[in-house]
């Protein structure tokens, strides 16, 4: 299982006084050197001023003390057998396609220890390392696993995102789980749901889907979908994770 910890950019660069303390510290959990670097956009690391560079300047010292892959490169470690016995560091994912790689190395268990350095509080990556029980090292506060029942309902909607969450059965199921537990008293808010969805194995494109209806559902707008469970499913998904806790005791 990958032992994963992140650390918001602002964080790490707050006031422009925080980066050789912060630095510090992701070191320390880091390990030893040599550091593995992968980046995005190779080119963004060429360039004058280079958000990417400057992270790793300070971070790993110098020059001998680091490797820079492309990140695209892990795309199929898998599928060739490998694993990275590690720690590696990820900078700055933001599009679908790298998140997704990050995804599945944790998912595939391919990396044994992964830090993420994260552009902006707000990117979906960092909702992703918060489902995944990630620790912030900013604060060195360890995110709990998702409520018990909330997981079994995101389960539901990763066994549907095979034909998309927008439309269709997707956007039912996710409409009428939202709904369900809503009206049972679980507050309507989008972050919970998607951690819970990352947590089940939800890819982020349909991440994406999810975040959309519940910002609309939150304006009040009442999504017209074909009923995909029974009224009392709140009820069985509770049962269900009592089960699967009975299991695990």
């Known amino acids: 299982m990958t032992e ?3 650390m918001v950019r602002e964080d790490w660069a707050q006031h422009g006084t925080s980066m050789v303390s912060q630095s510090a510290v992701i070191r320390d959990w880091l390990g030893e050197a040599p550091y593995l670097f992968a980046v995005c956009d190779p080119k963004r690391v060429r360039e004058p ?3 990417d560079m400057e992270f790793i ?3 790993a010292g110098v020059p001998g003390s680091r490797r820079i ?3 695209s490169e892990l795309r199929n470690l898998g599928d060739q057998g490998k694993r990275l016995n590690r720690t590696l560091t990820v900078l700055h994912p933001y599009k679908l396609e790298d998140c997704e790689v990050l995804r599945a ?8 220890r992964l830090f993420v350095i994260v552009w902006s509080p707000v990117d979906m ?6 489902g995944m029980c990630a620790q912030d090292l900013a604060t060195g506060f360890t995110h709990e696993a998702p409520d018990a029942v909330q997981l079994e309902a995101a389960r539901c909607m990763v066994d549907e995102q095979y034909n998309g969450l927008s439309t269709g059965n997707g956007k039912a199921a996710v409409v009428q789980l939202v709904r369900a537990f809503s009206e049972g008293g679980y507050p309507l808010e989008k972050n919970t749901w998607l951690k819970a969805f990352f947590a089940a194995g939800g890819q982020f494109r349909h991440a994406e889907s999810i975040s959309k209806l519940i910002s609309e559902m939150k304006r009040g707008t009442k999504h017209r979908v074909q009923s995909r469970y029974r009224p009392n499913i709140l009820s069985v998904l509770q049962r269900r994770a009592d089960t699967s806790s009975d299991r695990s005791d």
């Open 57 to 59: 300047d300070y971070v």
């Open 4 to 6: 994963i910890a992140y």
């Open 125 to 130: 990556v960092r909702t992703w390392l918060e």
């Open 49 to 51: 001023g280079s958000a």
């Open 105 to 112: 190395l944790v998912e595939q268990d391919l990396v044994e």
């Open 69 to 71: 892959v492309n990140l």
